[in-house]
């Protein structure tokens, strides 16, 4: 019977599901490449720490605040509260995170909290995604969600208890129809006629301070990849988790899998696509990084320090492997 329908729409799902998953892999082993030649680490993104252990809805939501809290490794606890601060504008979720880390990365590079977007398509320049008019108002939506976003921080430890409690963008100015300045620079124009002031955003200078003081720097063409993942942001975001984890591991530890859950959203009804995604991800992983230790156990995933790092020690290109409070 299932034969059947599967014929008469034409497509075969099982077949589409094992292709997707091959191809994933095979972008893994590319990578792999890359890093066994040096060419992966000749370029890094540095991505705020708070947002890769606490990280965003998947799907649109109507809730105006999200909590999400993490672990870490020195025993201390994160948590992280997303808020959206405008009314009539929604929660950023799904991809947005990707919109973000590049705002953060780029901040964080020129050392200043202003961030110019020179154009409206600085951003899919530089993530390698087409310029046309839908990506242009995809990009629009995320940018008015992500300027409404409040986030508070509060990193707690034996000793103290540290928070911070703002907007993540204190201002911006961004044209009313970026498809109006994309279809000016199709025309030689670099910028709308009759704009002084340049496009950009403000990030809010404390919040700006806490991602220059808490950040994790990984390959930037590993980033650019698990943005093209198949799984959706929740396998994006796991690998993304077990890659810092590795990294930082000094010690053995155990991530228990209630600790993961508070980590990352459950809009999955079936609890069991969770455990599965985790190993995906492992999987993944190994591919990239075989001399990692990390496992799934009962208890949840296992991870030790590594037998060698994935990407050799060097200072000149902010690589290292111990994660202290300045990194």
Not at 5 to 17: H, L, M, N, P, Q
Not at 39 to 57: F, R
Request: some cysteine; glycine content about 6%.
């Amino acid at each position: 019977m299932s034969q059947m329908v599967i014929e008469r729409k034409g497509r075969d799902y099982a077949k589409e599901r094992k292709s997707a998953i091959e191809s994933s892999v095979d972008r893994v082993v590319a990578l792999r490449d890359d890093r066994d030649t040096g060419v992966l680490g000749d370029e890094v993104i540095k991505m705020a720490q708070a947002l890769i252990l606490c990280t965003l809805p998947y799907r649109p939501t109507e809730e105006r605040q999200v909590v999400r809290s993490a672990r870490l490794s020195d025993g201390s606890t994160l948590r992280v509260t997303f808020t959206a601060g405008i009314n009539g504008i929604g929660m950023a979720f799904g991809n947005d995170r990707h919109l973000m880390a590049w705002l953060f990365d780029k901040a964080i590079n020129s050392d200043t909290a202003f961030v110019t977007i020179k154009s409206a398509s600085d951003y899919l320049r530089e993530t390698g995604k087409s310029r046309n008019g839908d990506r242009v108002k995809e990009l629009a939506a995320r940018l008015s969600r992500l300027t409404g976003l409040v986030i508070g921080i509060e990193r707690r430890s034996s000793g103290s208890t540290q928070t911070v409690m703002l907007p993540m963008i204190a201002s911006s100015n961004l044209p009313n129809n970026l498809t109006v300045q994309l279809k000016a620079e199709s025309n030689g124009q670099k910028s709308i006629p009759g704009l002084e002031n340049p496009f950009g955003i403000q990030l809010e200078e404390r919040f700006f301070q806490d991602i220059k003081k808490h950040h994790v720097a990984i390959p930037r063409r590993l980033w650019m990849q698990l943005q093209g993942q198949k799984g959706g942001p929740q396998l994006q975001d796991l690998l993304t988790f077990f890659v810092y984890r590795c990294y930082c591991a000094q010690s053995e530890t155990v991530i228990p899998w209630s600790g993961l859950r508070e980590q990352f959203p459950q809009d999955d009804t079936n609890p069991r696509r969770f455990k599965q995604s985790v190993k995906k991800a492992i999987q993944q992983l190994r591919i990239l990084w075989p001399e990692i230790r990390i496992d799934v156990v009962k208890e949840g995933v296992w991870v030790d320090r590594a037998v060698q790092p994935l990407l050799p020690d060097d200072p000149t290109k902010k690589r290292i492997r111990r994660l202290s409070a300045a990194n």
